[in-house]
């Protein structure tokens, strides 16, 4: 059974911080690439950041840039976010995903909330 599994989500002031983290299992967790996305109230689905395989190569979406940090620990299966400087834009339930070149059959969690307000 394949599972991604985050939390971590919660309710942060305004240039707060939060960690969050995705535990991967039932799938060969170092072979994939993984991604963190996320949903604000209204709006579609968008991609945050992601990591590849060995945890050197890291993109980010450029409303994050420069205040959120994606990382993984393939000895835990588990790949973090740490989201610093919090702006109530961040709000939204966030998502890990887990692809691997190849397959058409990503992964997702079931998603954490993230509410930034003060």
């Known amino acids: 059974q394949v599972q991604l599994v985050e939390s971590g989500g919660g309710l942060a002031q305004p240039g707060g911080s939060l960690r969050l983290s995705c535990v991967g299992s039932?799938?060969?967790?170092?072979?994939?690439?993984m991604n963190w996305y996320r949903q604000a109230p209204g709006k579609e689905r968008e991609w945050v950041a992601g990591?590849?395989?060995?945890?050197?190569?890291?993109n980010y979406a450029d409303s994050v840039k420069g205040r959120f940090t994606i990382s993984r620990d393939n000895a835990k299966n588990t790949v973090y976010l740490q989201m610093n400087n919090l702006q109530p834009a961040d709000t939204a339930v966030y998502f890990c995903?887990?692809?691997?070149?190849?397959?058409?059959?990503?992964?997702w969690g079931q998603g954490t909330q993230v509410t930034v307000s003060s």
């Open positions: 990591v590849r395989t060995t945890g050197v190569h890291r």
């Open positions: 039932g799938f060969p967790f170092n072979y994939y690439n």
């Open positions: 995903n887990a692809y691997r070149q190849g397959e058409n059959r990503p992964y």
